[in-house]
């Protein structure tokens, strides 16, 4: 028989009770885990460059948080904390649920997994309570939720991907145009491709992200809209 796997960190947490402030805690590891994923990536992120920025071993560290898992675990759910979800649900579930993304776009890769830490719960009762109140059953609420979400998660993940590509090439998206510009020029004059042409002549080349992730997300809450039936 398999060994049965250790309680999750919460559980664990919840079990310790509280003490004297101290000056290396699960909560300091997560700051600083979270800085260094701010700053170089959360593939940057080990216990190893954390306690060099602590000061401390990695050992120390461990003590705290048991596993890297642990410690994403925690990192995703401190993140979630800093959502500001006062006045949700206000009346309106399209603007609530535009509220739900947030500030830290590694933060796109966790989170596949339902999670129970205090903010993860906290942001799942708002979100939900964001779409009561429609005449839905919970499960359809759950996937007016889950879409728009989703969305934002696929527009991070698409921004994440284009960082990895310039960290990679040493190619920033200019330098990737003047490579690849002789043979869209060769493919466009064989005339096999009108889309391709389009897009290359009429397409914004470089608009803003803010602007383009608005126009987007309005786009699929116009259609969960037309789904439901409900007034925004």
Known sequence: ?????????????????RGPVR??????????????A??????????????GRMDHSPMALYRHVGSKDDLTELM?????????????PSGSWRADVTRLHHAHPWIAR??????????????????????????????????LLATALQFTRGFVEQELGEAEAQRRTGLDFAGYQRQTGPFISQLLQEGELPYLRRLIIEADDLPDPEALFERRLAMVLDGLTARIGCPS
């Open 23 to 36: 000056t290396l805690d699960h909560v300091a590891i997560t700051t600083a885990a979270i800085a260094l």
């Open 1 to 17: 028989m398999a060994d049965e796997p250790p309680p999750v960190i919460w559980a664990r947490l919840s079990s310790q009770g």
């Open 110 to 143: 966790f989170g596949h997994r339902p999670t129970l830490g205090p903010n993860a719960r906290r942001f799942l009762e708002a979100g939900l309570a964001c779409v009561d109140g429609l005449g839905l059953d919970i499960d359809a609420m759950m996937d």
């Open 38 to 51: 701010d700053e170089d990536g959360i593939g940057a992120v080990s216990m190893r460059k954390i306690a």
């Open 76 to 88: 995703y759910d401190a993140v979630l904390g800093e959502l500001e979800l006062t006045g949700i």
